[in-house]
């Protein structure tokens, strides 16, 4: 394929953070632009046709049939959870490659739906594929390339904290009257573990190649009046590995972290930008981590005391980088073009999912669940 034509559905929210992407690529052509609200495809449609490449505008429209025309090759689905089972079928019955956002669907029936007809699209020569966008990170494969150089040692525990006051403004909104898919139980499959916590769950089992064999959580909504599902949740998830990680997700308050702890080694990343590396396993060169410290453990000090920890300031490119050489987007449309690979399958979406159900489960019964 030298050219791929594209249908974007769903132009507003985050769609519109990788637009440029598709804009800059030359062998990408944007055909169509369908969303709900024909301001936010036409305003789509005119960033599209604003480009140096001499590219045409695409249509812009409210009618997802348009998305389904003969000319288009691949359609990327940007809406919210509840349509992404409608309208993935319906591509792929229509002969169309399909990148599908995060989490697969609002529940674990439509995601299975949705890879079960991904895999029969595959039979038809159709590609499809999982948009997860912390795999735009080039320290997300630092990261796994140093379990795999044992620079961690053994994984004893992994942290993720994803958390942003989004569910505040959902809250006011919602009460004012105005309709939000995120405050929708339905439509969203749940709250802020569903929306934030796919993206560690599905990171650290890639990481560690292991799986999620038990949970136990907590979930409430504290501070968000009008949404539906939780505000804040807690889960303890053990790996198949032995590894135990904690994930705190919320949308009532803000802070980022990821941190992965081993016998050896330890990594702690803080609001996206401070970088803390530890190992007695030495140097480590990877594409932002570059390690050359020696770790406190090789003299230790009293808890709390080790000052050898090498600090670092590491940014995330923006989801709109193409040169990014981890831009999702672009290595799915080249993956396309060559006959490649996607990298993230729908398929390993859907166990995300079945984690996420499990995380429910234990919050709503407080037993731990066994997966
Ligand atoms: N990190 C990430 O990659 C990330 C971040 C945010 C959202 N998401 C995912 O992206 C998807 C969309 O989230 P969002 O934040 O952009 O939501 P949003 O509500 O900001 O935008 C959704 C867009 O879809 C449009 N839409 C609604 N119904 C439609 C329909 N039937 N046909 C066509 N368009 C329709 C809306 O008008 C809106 O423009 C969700 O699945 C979400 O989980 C991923």
């Keep these: 394929m030298n050219t791929i034509n594209v249908a974007f559905v769903g132009c507003g929210g985050i769609a519109d953070h990788y637009l440029s992407v598709y804009r800059d690529l030359n062998f990408v052509e944007?055909?169509?632009?369908?969303?709900?609200?024909?301001?936010?495809?036409?305003?789509?449609?005119?960033?599209?046709?604003?480009n140096s490449l001499g590219k045409p505008k695409p249509r812009a429209?409210?009618?997802?049939?348009?998305?389904?025309k003969a000319e288009v090759d691949l359609v990327v689905i940007n809406t919210p959870n509840h349509l992404h089972r409608e309208q993935t079928l319906a591509a792929f019955e229509?002969?169309?490659h399909v990148l599908l956002q995060k989490p697969v669907a609002a529940n674990l029936a439509d995601a299975?739906?949705?890879?079960?007809?991904?895999?029969?699209?595959?039979?038809?020569?159709?590609?499809?594929?999982?948009?997860?966008?912390?795999?735009?990170?080039?320290?997300?494969?630092?990261l796994k390339a140093m379990i795999e150089a044992d620079w961690f040692g053994d994984i004893a525990h992994l942290y993720a904290r994803l958390m942003h006051r989004g569910g505040l403004a959902v809250s006011q909104q919602v009460l004012s009257g105005q309709a939000n898919w995120r405050a929708s139980l339905a439509e969203t499959g749940g709250g802020c573990f569903i929306q934030l916590a796919v993206h560690y769950v599905h990171l650290?089992?890639?990481?560690?190649?292991?799986?999620?064999?038990?949970?136990?959580?907590?979930?409430?909504?504290?501070?968000?009046?009008?949404?539906?599902?939780?505000?804040?949740?807690?889960?303890?998830?053990?790996?198949?590995?032995?590894?135990?990680a904690?994930?705190?997700?919320?949308?009532?308050?803000?802070?980022?972290?990821?941190?992965?702890h081993g016998t050896r080694g330890a990594c702690e990343y803080i609001s996206n930008q401070t970088l803390m590396l530890d190992s007695l396993a030495g140097a480590f060169d990877g594409h932002v981590v570059h390690y050359t410290g020696q770790s406190s453990q090789a003299s230790p000090a009293a808890p709390g005391a080790a000052a050898t920890q090498q600090l670092s300031t590491v940014i995330a490119?923006?989801?709109?980088?193409?040169?990014?050489?981890?831009?999702?987007?672009?290595?799915?449309?080249?993956?396309?073009?060559?006959?490649?690979?996607?990298?993230?399958?729908?398929?390993?979406?859907?166990?995300?999912?079945?984690?996420?159900?499990?995380?429910?489960?234990?919050?709503?019964?407080?037993?731990?669940?066994?997966?």
């Design 317 to 371: 490119p923006p989801l709109g980088d193409r040169k990014n050489p981890f831009n999702q987007h672009r290595l799915f449309l080249e993956a396309l073009r060559d006959g490649g690979e996607p990298f993230v399958s729908i398929a390993s979406g859907v166990d995300d999912l079945r984690v996420v159900a499990a995380v429910y489960e234990s919050a709503r019964t407080g037993q731990a669940i066994q997966l």
């Design 246 to 260: 904690t994930i705190d997700m919320a949308w009532n308050t803000a802070g980022e972290q990821l941190s992965v």
């Design 112 to 142: 299975e739906a949705i890879a079960f007809a991904a895999e029969q699209a595959k039979q038809r020569g159709l590609v499809s594929g999982l948009y997860l966008s912390y795999f735009d990170q080039p320290l997300m494969h630092d």
């Design 30 to 50: 944007m055909v169509s632009c369908v969303d709900a609200s024909l301001e936010r495809a036409e305003l789509a449609a005119a960033k599209l046709a604003d």
């Design 204 to 244: 650290f089992k890639w990481m560690m190649n292991a799986r999620v064999v038990r949970v136990i959580a907590m979930a409430k909504n504290q501070h968000c009046p009008g949404i539906e599902g939780e505000d804040l949740a807690c889960a303890i998830l053990e790996f198949s590995n032995g590894a135990l």
């Design 61 to 68: 429209t409210t009618e997802f049939s348009d998305a389904l």
């Design 94 to 96: 229509a002969g169309k």
